[in-house]
């Protein structure tokens, strides 16, 4: 198994030429060329930092979230790198039901996670099976919506990737209800407003329609406080950020404020 090392998703051997992943037009190949890595090479210079972000939920590293709840957890968005001692904290929390990624730049080396879990199941959105660069037996594909626990479940949204997904954790911001996103709803760095991206590093924008779909369809949820990659945060009234982002998005997609340009 290897590692690329500018997604971090996890490849078998012999891995191809070129990371399909970042060969694609949302993500890219550096100017200096592909390159994989071995668990071994980024042990050297490599370590986890976890923090307690809430009561029940901790982040790992830049992207990945382990909500833990009384029936087990879900490691969420799992990151390219693990080691002895990121798993002992995982475990320390409890048993962990599911592995899930909210798109496949976030798969991360998910199976390798899984192994060293003990072959939890890692939940791949049926639609984006084919941007697995590992299978194994512990792949289990989902569409629509999945269950995890009781008060935990994934949502499918489309979006950046048809099988985007986001976490919805009803025990979260004290009982409020927290959701744990990927790139189809990205908290953006002011923490009051969210964005609807084909591709952020290419800038390619989603549709206003896309927008506006994604955020009625997860209205019919109930949060407060969104949780998105590399520690942005929506801390509160996150719902009517959703709502309003998603029409502002709109907006400036059909032209309504061309004549500020």
Request: glycine residues 10%; contains cysteine; charged residues 20%.
């Amino acid at each position: 198994m290897l590692v690329c090392a500018t997604c971090a998703v996890e490849y078998e051997e012999p891995t191809p030429a070129v990371c399909p992943i970042c060969d694609d037009e949302r993500q890219y190949v550096p100017a200096s060329g592909q390159r994989w890595l071995t668990l071994d090479e980024l042990a050297r210079d490599h370590h986890i930092k976890w923090k307690e972000n809430e009561p029940g939920l901790i982040g790992i590293g830049q992207t990945a979230q382990l909500v833990a709840t009384p029936a087990g957890s879900l490691l969420w968005d799992p990151v390219g790198y693990v080691d002895d001692k990121a798993v002992d904290v995982v475990l320390g929390r409890g048993p962990v039901l599911a592995i899930a990624a909210s798109h496949p730049h976030m798969f991360g080396v998910q199976l390798e996670w899984s192994h060293r879990l003990g072959g939890v199941p890692v939940l791949v959105a049926d639609t984006d099976r084919g941007w697995l660069g590992r299978t194994a037996a512990a792949v289990e594909f989902w569409s629509g919506s999945r269950t995890v626990a009781e008060g935990l479940t994934l949502h499918q949204t489309g979006g950046h990737f048809p099988g985007s997904a986001v976490a919805h954790w009803d025990g979260g911001a004290n009982g409020k209800g927290v959701l744990l996103t990927g790139d189809s709803v990205f908290p953006n760095p002011n923490r009051r407003s969210i964005a609807f991206m084909r591709s952020y590093p290419n800038l390619i924008p989603l549709s206003g329609a896309v927008a506006l779909r994604i955020a009625e369809q997860l209205g019919v949820l109930e949060f407060d406080r969104i949780y998105g990659n590399f520690n942005n945060v929506i801390a509160s009234e996150a719902k009517t950020v959703l709502r309003d982002s998603a029409q502002r998005h709109a907006a400036w997609a059909r032209g309504d404020f061309d004549h500020l340009t």
